[in-house]
């Protein structure tokens, strides 16, 4: 069941259960939709992983007991402010062909594009280069 945590990780923006600004990550970490674009880069500072939006649980019982009222929303606020620069860090190093926000336009296109259809090896070889660059 997941928890519906009350507010955003980073910047404490309450988000009530029927929120479409909350996104989570596979492990819950619950952030609003303006910090994981623009602070986080759509990468959790916990795990790594990506974001998607939090499901709405139902107001009302339209079948099986599955609502809010039966199982209610979290009440624990997790308040743990992420550094920017070490998010930014963190999401220069986890892919090669992620595209950041960080890089320079030809220099994500050019990774994207060589990476594309590459394999093995070459993927090594591609990888220590972008790296050699940044």
């Known amino acids: 069941m997941l928890e519906l945590r009350p507010s955003c990780e980073h910047c404490a923006k309450a988000l009530p259960p029927a929120s479409l600004e909350a996104c989570i990550c596979s492990y819950e970490c619950t952030f ?13 500072p916990n795990c ?24 209610p929303a979290g009440t624990q606020v997790r308040h743990r402010p992420v550094d920017s620069a070490v998010q930014r860090a963190s999401r220069l190093r986890s ?11 030809r220099q994500r296109s050019a990774t994207v594009n060589r990476t594309a259809d590459m394999t093995g090896a070459t993927v090594r070889t591609v990888f220590q280069k972008v790296h050699s660059l940044r």
């Open 32 to 44: 609003c939709a303006a910090c994981v674009e623009k602070v986080l880069g759509n990468v959790c």
């Open 48 to 71: 790594g992983g990506g974001f998607a939006p939090r499901p709405i649980r139902p107001v009302r019982n339209w079948k099986g007991d599955n609502c809010l009222s039966k199982d």
């Open 95 to 105: 892919c090669t062909c992620r595209r950041t926000s960080d890089e320079a336009p």
